[in-house]
Each structure stands twice: as C-alpha cells, then as structure tokens.
C-alpha cells in the first residue's frame, strides 16, 4: 500500500472508524456518529476504503470485504493477513523518534503476537517451499529437524510433508495461537524461549532450522541462538539461517522496520553471522542462495564430539 493509504487508515483504526465498520456502521452517518469523526472525514474514508477494495457497496450500504476479515476476528491467524501488522508497524514507525531516543520500543498493541502471525502466515508458498529446500539439499540425509521460532509454522509443516520427524520451538504466546492450526499436521509443538537451549525439546536433531529469527536479534543473543543450536543439533548436524542479509547494501526499509519494533535486531552481514556460527562451533560454515527468492541462507555443521 502506497504510505498515505496506510496512514489513513492508522487514523481509522486509532479513531474507532474500523471498529464501527466492521460492527454496526454502514452508512457514512452511522460511521460519523459511532465514531465521533466529522462527516467529511467518514464520507473520505469510506470512499477510499470502497477503493482499496477493503469495503463493498451492498443494499443497506456498505461492509467490509475478506480482505478486511483481520479486523473482525483474530481466532484462526491464517485470516488475518498482513494489514493488521501492516498497520501496527505504522504505529511503531510513527513513534520511531521516541523510540531513537530512548533505545526502548513502544508498548506493543494487544493483538500484535497475532497479527505478526498474520502477517508471517500470507508467505508465498513457493518461497516457504524455497528455504525448506535449500536446507535438504545442504543434508540430504537428514530425518528430523528442529524449527525455531517460525510463527504459524508454514516451514515446519513443509518439512513434516516431506517426511521430517519435524520439531517446532518457539514461545508460549505462539504456540497458543497456531496449535489449534496445526494439530492435524505431524508437527510436535514446544513452547520455550529459542534463545534459552533445549529445555523441553526431547533429543537431537539433523538439521536445526531458522528462517527469518537472526534479524530480530542482537549480536550477542543471536550467538545465544546458534549457542541452543548446537546444543540441540546431533554429531555432524546442520544449522541454518535463511534471511535477508545486507552484503553491502542494506534494505533501509527493513532496517528502518527493526530499529521501529525490535530492541536490537538489524540486518546483518553473511559474513558477521558466520563468524557467530563458528564460535558457536559449527563448521563448514558456507552462505548461498535461496533460489527463486530474495534470501540467502548461512549454514554450518556441528563439529564432531572429540
């Protein structure tokens, strides 16, 4: 969405425009009155709604479409899609002076665990697909894989219908919130803190997988991660990271993202992130390609037990 449309409708929702759309307002006086806001705003916004196909024009006067289905329920993230956390993004960026000052992010909204996942959820299958191949074919031989912190699991669930004994770790927030989604995939379900080791993952697994984790954080919790990684990777395993890293030229949007939402997270060099890898103790550490995507992955094998 083009920046203004995104403002406008951060106004929508911190006004209670939203809210009365998707309840009892279907004219633009019922949105004036429910909402507070003057006729002229109401009628604006429900005309740019109608034309970002957010809204449709029905008999008594106009409802929200699928598209706006994330606003109205947040039991199945799979519905959510990614506006919700579009718009929460807005609201961090819009605070991002505060937030430079102070190193502190703003208080996260409510639903922000859900519509992060929302939002993770809308991937393209094909990039899904991608990443889980990329890491086969760095250990072919593989059977099991441990899947950190991958939000509504759409890599884990990939990994499991390729056949992978497949493991997902990631917080307790999360693993609420996509249980009910995945108990008919064979994925096992622990919640803990990634950064924390392999408390409450039972054994040792060929391939630890994380896609997307490194840039949500800093360099000493990121040598945490590869840290737990190790510790739940078997002899001669392999640990991955698939992610968007800078090689010279940093994407100023995500990095204006992470310094908005995140404490410490940024976009990191391939070559930082494999010294982290070596320290961690793993070797053979390599970077490629994720073919047909926009990401690269950095990987390394766990050194063999002397």
């Not at 099991?144 to 917080?171: I, K, M, N, S, Y």
């Not at 190790?230 to 001669?236: F, I, L, M």
Request: net charge negative; aromatic share 6%.
């Amino acid at each position: 969405m083009d920046y203004r449309e995104l403002l406008l409708l951060r106004a929508a929702r911190e006004t209670g425009v939203l809210d009365a759309l998707v309840s009892n307002a279907y004219t633009v006086d019922d949105v004036a009155r429910e909402a507070g806001v003057t006729e002229r705003a109401a009628r604006v916004t429900v005309d740019a709604l109608l034309d970002m196909g957010l809204l449709e024009d029905v008999e008594e006067g106009v409802e929200p479409t699928n598209r706006m289905l994330g606003f109205v329920t947040k039991t199945d993230v799979r519905s959510i899609g990614r506006l919700p956390h579009e718009l929460d993004t807005v609201e961090a960026l819009v605070d991002l002076p505060e937030t430079m000052q102070t190193g502190a992010v703003p208080e996260r909204p409510g639903n922000w665990t859900r519509n992060r996942l929302g939002a993770r959820a809308g991937e393209d299958d094909a990039s899904v697909r991608a990443a889980v191949t990329a890491a086969v074919r760095e250990h072919p031989d593989a059977d099991d894989v441990l899947v950190v912190a991958d939000g509504p699991g759409q890599h884990a669930v990939e990994f499991a219908r390729r056949g992978f004994d497949a493991t997902l770790l990631d917080t307790q927030a999360v693993v609420d919130a996509v249980d009910p989604l995945l108990e008919r995939e064979r994925v096992d379900l622990v919640a803990g803190d990634p950064l924390e080791g392999v408390e409450g993952v039972d054994g040792e697994f060929d391939i630890v997988f994380h896609a997307g984790v490194a840039r949500e954080y800093g360099p000493d919790d990121n040598r945490r991660l590869l840290s737990a990684a190790s510790d739940a990777a078997a002899e001669n395993a392999l640990a991955i990271h698939v992610d968007t890293f800078r090689n010279g030229t940093p994407d100023a949007a995500v990095a204006a993202e992470l310094l908005a939402t995140t404490e410490h997270g940024g976009c990191y060099e391939e070559g930082a992130v494999g010294e982290w890898f070596a320290d961690a103790g793993f070797a053979d550490v390599r970077a490629g390609d994720v073919p047909g995507t926009d990401y690269r992955f950095v990987a390394g094998r766990r050194r063999a037990t002397q």
